[in-house]
């Protein structure tokens, strides 16, 4: 689930954007 982890965080940031 690491991958799923990774891929939020960069998700992250672009949903705040």
Request: charged share 10%.
């Amino acid at each position: 689930m690491l991958g799923a982890t990774q891929a939020g965080m960069k998700l992250w940031p672009t949903l705040c954007r």
